[in-house]
């Protein structure tokens, strides 16, 4: 298996649920991403890790928790969340975080949250 | 500080039309130049990139010139096709920060 992978691929829960999303890149990279793609707004960065270490955090409210037990695994742990972060979760890694020109994010194909 | 801004659309066209969606962008240091494109249900992928002043990047029939007098990175494609219905994204990385755009919905009819 190649690239980067994320499960569940859809995901529906109630705002009293807790779940988590899985990311897992298989390209030697040492930085991983969790995006949060609404629509009609950019794409929202939510945590950097960069060797297993978070370097990032912008301003993400605490019922969003990640967790990287490694290089190659990312996970986004749910908890009491809101019908306003029902969204595609994009996952993303670079082969480091701060790279020469050209330095370019391989993204996983998503997980869609609903909440209800 | 930086950004990126490109057209909204969403762009309708006719099988083998020509493409152009414009980006343009701010950056105080020399950054990097991607297009990015979704497809229906996926994640994104690199369409294609420019690390410097007057570098073309190319894919899939897809061009982009790095500008940097009109501090532009424009998408064009020459003959577009069905297939390449998709969301198309500029961004700029810089240091260890990534600036995308809002997309731009390009839909391709028969």
């Known amino acids: 298996e190649t690239g980067v992978t994320q499960t569940p691929r859809h995901l529906v829960m109630g705002m009293t649920n807790k779940k988590s999303l899985k990311c897992e890149q298989h390209l030697g990279h040492n930085a991983m991403y969790w995006y949060k793609q609404s629509a009609k707004k950019p794409l929202e960065l939510m945590f950097v890790y960069s060797l297993e270490e978070r370097v990032e955090n912008n301003s993400v409210p605490s019922r969003f928790s990640p967790e990287c037990p490694n290089s190659s695994h990312l996970f986004l742990h749910l908890h009491t969340l809101q019908p306003e972060d029902s969204a595609l979760y994009l996952c993303?890694?670079?082969?480091?975080?701060?790279?020469?020109?050209?330095?370019?994010?391989?993204f996983g194909e998503g997980s869609r949250l609903t909440v209800l | 500080g930086d950004s990126v801004t490109q057209m909204e659309g969403p762009v309708t066209l006719s099988e083998e039309a020509f493409l152009t969606i414009n980006c343009t962008y701010t950056?105080?240091?020399?950054?990097?130049l991607f297009w990015y494109v979704q497809y229906p249900g996926e994640g994104l992928q690199l369409l294609l990139k420019a690390t410097k002043a007057d570098d073309k990047g190319s894919n899939k029939g897809f061009e982009a010139t790095y500008r940097k007098e009109t501090t532009s990175f424009h998408l064009e494609k020459g003959s577009v096709q069905v297939s390449d219905s998709a969301v198309y994204f500029c961004?700029?990385?810089?240091?260890?920060?990534?600036?995308f755009g809002t997309g731009t919905s390009l839909t391709v009819i028969p």
């Open positions: 950056a105080t240091g020399y950054p990097s």
């Open positions: 993303a890694s670079s082969q480091d975080h701060a790279g020469g020109p050209g330095r370019e994010l391989f």
């Open positions: 961004a700029l990385g810089t240091g260890n920060q990534f600036y």
